[in-house]
């Protein structure tokens, strides 16, 4: 049986829209929407420019889709450049029509769309890592689960520094918080702008698992010695358990130390809670350093955050820092076809020109792998340890001494 494939967009029909946005809502998990959030999710799709892919079903064609995938373009920070990165969500596939090749329909439309259109990666975050791989996704980025003990036994050892922490309704922070991300976002190798349903959620007007306007969550804004926002922390106060309230951090940003600590300060200062919750601390987080008792700060669980699918490898290489100067000629083995060739690659004081070439590669790297090592969340000598990367070891160490970043990516966007 053949499943026909449909390419929506927001100015379709209403009542087809509605079904399908029925169908993702059914997909994960969640309760039938509302005439508002129907509404609100429509503004966002238009505003995104979104490509809503559709297999109807075929016992109600005009009812919800069987499967469902979505793609509109923002970008992504590579470190010396911004690039045009297609982001990929609401991929679902009812239950009684899965493994029959639908979701790999839909994919392969929208990559080779975005492909054909010039567009050089795309990105998604996944529910489960074992199904991306074979469309050429890899992990560009991670981050840390933490909780951090904030009764008697925190405190920080370094000064916490200038500024001051101002605590507003989320209405209120929205616009201190777009201009603190811009800086970030701009800032930050591997963070990617915002999708347009951010403004709701962040302004507080839509909770899309509520229903309604947000009516938890608070916001703390660190202010420097200027008045400036330079950080902040989007939070709620979870219930109690067995010990006291927890803090429960839903997003958190500062641009300066003395905002990370302040914001940090502040979130440890809550009456009546004794932990800090976040599901996104960054890698490389000063925290634990600036504590005086570092055993308070504990990584929970590491983690997959944002995927990633090279198009063009040139203009994804191009756009990225380097770190060693010299050449080499790399092969991009990629089954898909869209990223397959061989490359060479002249580092120069920290920028490469990557050219299409004929000539033989001195190292394999699958795409996937290249996903990795593109944002510089991988290293090379691990990609090898893994078996994930070929050649010979001279020209691996070389790849390494030119690739490889100190800093890892980090992002804030999740879709
Ligand atoms: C994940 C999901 C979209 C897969 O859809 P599907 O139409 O069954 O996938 P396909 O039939 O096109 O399968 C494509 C390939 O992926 C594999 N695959 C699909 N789902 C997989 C999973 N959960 N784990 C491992 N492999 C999976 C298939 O075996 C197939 O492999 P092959 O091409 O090598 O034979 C579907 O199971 C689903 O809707 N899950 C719930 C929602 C969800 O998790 N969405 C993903 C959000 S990131």
């Given at each position: 049986?053949?499943?026909?494939?449909?390419?929506?967009?927001?100015?379709?029909?209403?009542?087809?829209?509605?079904?399908?946005?029925?169908?993702?809502?059914?997909?994960?998990?969640?309760?039938?929407?509302?005439?508002?959030?129907?509404?609100?999710?429509?503004?966002?799709?238009?505003?995104?420019?979104?490509?809503?892919?559709?297999?109807?079903?075929?016992?109600?064609?005009?009812?919800?889709?069987?499967?469902?995938?979505?793609?509109?373009?923002?970008?992504?920070n590579?470190?010396?450049?911004e690039?045009?990165?297609?982001?990929?969500?609401?991929?679902?596939?009812?239950?009684?029509?899965?493994?029959?090749?639908?979701?790999?329909?839909?994919?392969?439309?929208?990559?080779?769309?975005?492909?054909?259109?010039?567009?050089?990666?795309?990105?998604?975050?996944?529910?489960?890592?074992?199904?991306?791989?074979?469309?050429?996704?890899?992990?560009?980025?991670?981050?840390?689960?933490?909780?951090?003990?904030?009764?008697?036994?925190?405190?920080?050892?370094?000064?916490?520094?200038?500024?001051?922490?101002?605590?507003?309704?989320?209405?209120?922070?929205?616009d201190a918080v777009n201009e603190v991300f811009g800086r970030f976002h701009a800032a930050t190798?591997?963070s990617?702008t915002w999708?347009?349903?951010?403004?709701?959620?962040?302004?507080?007007?839509?909770?899309?698992?509520?229903?309604?306007?947000?009516?938890?969550?608070?916001?703390?804004l660190h202010?420097d010695?200027?008045?400036e926002v330079d950080g902040f922390?989007?939070?709620?106060?979870?219930?109690?358990?067995?010990?006291?309230?927890?803090?429960?951090?839903?997003?958190?940003v500062a641009t300066t130390?003395?905002g990370h600590?302040?914001?940090?300060?502040?979130?440890?200062?809550?009456?009546?809670?004794?932990?800090?919750?976040?599901?996104?601390?960054?890698?490389?987080?000063?925290?634990?350093?600036?504590?005086?008792?570092?055993?308070?700060?504990?990584?929970?669980?590491?983690?997959?955050?944002?995927?990633?699918?090279?198009?063009?490898?040139?203009?994804?290489?191009?756009?990225?820092?380097?770190?060693?100067?010299?050449?080499?000629?790399?092969?991009?083995?990629?089954?898909?076809?869209?990223?397959?060739?061989?490359?060479?690659?002249?580092?120069?004081?920290?920028?490469?020109?990557?050219?299409?070439?004929?000539?033989?590669?001195?190292?394999?790297?699958?795409?996937?792998?290249?996903?990795?090592?593109?944002?510089?969340?991988?290293?090379?000598?691990?990609?090898?340890?893994?078996?994930?990367?070929?050649?010979?070891?001279?020209?691996?160490?070389?790849?390494?001494?030119?690739?490889?970043?100190?800093?890892?990516?980090y992002?804030i966007?999740?879709?």
């Amino acid at each position: 049986m053949t499943d026909e494939l449909t390419r929506l967009s927001a100015s379709d029909d209403p009542a087809t829209l509605r079904a399908w946005n029925e169908a993702i809502r059914l997909g994960f998990h969640m309760s039938r929407g509302s005439d508002e959030g129907f509404q609100r999710w429509l503004a966002d799709a238009k505003a995104d420019d979104a490509t809503l892919w559709a297999v109807p079903d075929p016992d109600n064609p005009a009812g919800m889709p069987v499967g469902t995938l979505e793609g509109f373009d923002k970008a992504i920070n590579a470190g010396r450049a911004e690039i045009a990165a297609r982001l990929i969500t609401d991929v679902t596939v009812r239950p009684t029509h899965r493994r029959r090749g639908l979701l790999r329909r839909m994919m392969t439309a929208d990559l080779a769309e975005t492909h054909s259109r010039g567009i050089p990666v795309a990105a998604l975050t996944v529910t489960e890592a074992t199904i991306y791989g074979r469309f050429g996704f890899g992990v560009s980025t991670r981050g840390h689960r933490i909780e951090v003990d904030t009764a008697e036994r925190f405190g920080l050892l370094s000064a916490p520094g200038s500024g001051r922490c101002q605590l507003v309704a989320p209405a209120d922070a929205i616009d201190a918080v777009n201009e603190v991300f811009g800086r970030f976002h701009a800032a930050t190798r591997g963070s990617v702008t915002w999708p347009a349903f951010y403004q709701d959620m962040m302004s507080g007007a839509w909770d899309d698992d509520a229903g309604s306007a947000d009516k938890k969550t608070w916001y703390v804004l660190h202010r420097d010695t200027h008045d400036e926002v330079d950080g902040f922390a989007a939070y709620r106060i979870g219930e109690r358990g067995d010990g006291p309230r927890p803090v429960e951090v839903l997003t958190m940003v500062a641009t300066t130390p003395a905002g990370h600590l302040g914001l940090w300060e502040y979130l440890a200062s809550i009456d009546l809670t004794g932990v800090v919750k976040y599901h996104n601390a960054p890698l490389d987080d000063p925290l634990p350093w600036a504590m005086r008792d570092s055993r308070g700060y504990r990584v929970i669980g590491e983690g997959d955050r944002l995927w990633t699918r090279v198009l063009d490898p040139i203009a994804c290489l191009q756009a990225r820092p380097w770190r060693g100067d010299g050449t080499i000629v790399v092969a991009v083995d990629d089954p898909m076809g869209f990223a397959a060739g061989q490359y060479r690659i002249e580092v120069s004081g920290e920028a490469a020109e990557v050219t299409a070439v004929d000539t033989a590669a001195e190292v394999t790297i699958p795409v996937d792998v290249l996903a990795g090592l593109w944002l510089g969340g991988a290293d090379v000598p691990r990609m090898v340890a893994a078996g994930r990367l070929t050649g010979a070891a001279e020209a691996t160490d070389r790849l390494a001494a030119m690739m490889d970043l100190a800093i890892p990516p980090y992002g804030i966007t999740f879709f």
